[in-house]
T-cell receptor, first 116, second 113 residues
């Protein structure tokens, strides 16, 4: 069964510093990959997604992620973070072999704490 | 457009009580989902629906039932609440599955004592 691992539960970083949030998934079968962000006391919203094509995907708020099939990874990066980026970030995978159900397998989440 | 709304926002139940959580979406989406979020475990899929009148089990369906009588609504029921069901519940919807993003509601925080 597919599983998703976010390697860091918390990532503290100073404002304007670069950040990378790591995500690995278990299976090399064809997948769709997503990053969602959850601000305090809110639901999740989509940051970016990889469906096919270019392995570098750009999303909202200056975030980008790179799909690496050989390493089954989909790490999220931002070159310069802001205080407003403080939130919990979730990596999620949709396995194409599960049909068109759209079922998502989520990682455990990474809390990004941006310090002034 | 309100997007995805959830009712109620907070609820405290005693063990053995029942309740229904309501999810409504105004985007004419076909697919709807119920997740639970627990600390350190991310979100886990409880049940989902790929269209009006259909439901299917997700990853953690035990103790929950669902119904999708109308396209815009997806109800999650707890027949006999247990402390293990203390969680934050999120509803989501999407056009169809696979490559389409899911739109999430604001969540319902449920405590079972």
């Amino acid at each position: 069964a597919q599983s998703v691992t976010q390697l860091d539960s918390q990532v503290p970083v100073f404002e304007e510093a670069p950040v990378e949030l790591r995500c690995n998934y278990s299976s090399s079968v064809s997948v769709y990959l997503f990053w969602y962000v959850q601000y305090p006391n809110q639901g999740l919203q989509l940051l970016l997604k990889y469906l096919s094509g270019s392995t570098l995907v750009k999303g909202i708020n200056g975030f980008e992620a790179e799909f690496n099939k050989s390493q089954t990874s989909f790490h999220l990066r931002k070159p310069s973070v802001h205080i407003s980026d403080t939130a919990e970030y979730f990596c999620a995978v949709s396995d194409k072999s599960s049909g068109n159900t759209g079922k998502l397998i989520f990682g455990q989440g990474t809390t990004l704490q941006v310090k002034p | 457009n309100a997007g995805v709304t959830q009712t109620p926002k907070f609820r405290v139940l005693k063990t053995g009580q029942s309740m229904t959580l309501l999810c409504a979406q105004d985007m004419n989406h076909e697919y709807m989902y119920w997740y639970r979020q627990d600390p350190g475990m991310g979100l886990r899929l409880i049940h989902y629906s790929v269209g009006e009148g259909t439901t299917a089990k997700g990853e953690v369906p035990d103790g929950y039932n669902v119904s999708r009588l109308k396209k815009q609504n997806f109800l999650l029921g707890l027949e006999s609440a247990a402390p293990s069901q203390t969680s934050v519940y999120f509803c989501a919807s999407s056009w169809t599955g696979g490559l389409y993003e899911q739109y999430f509601g604001p969540g319902t925080r449920l405590t079972v004592t």
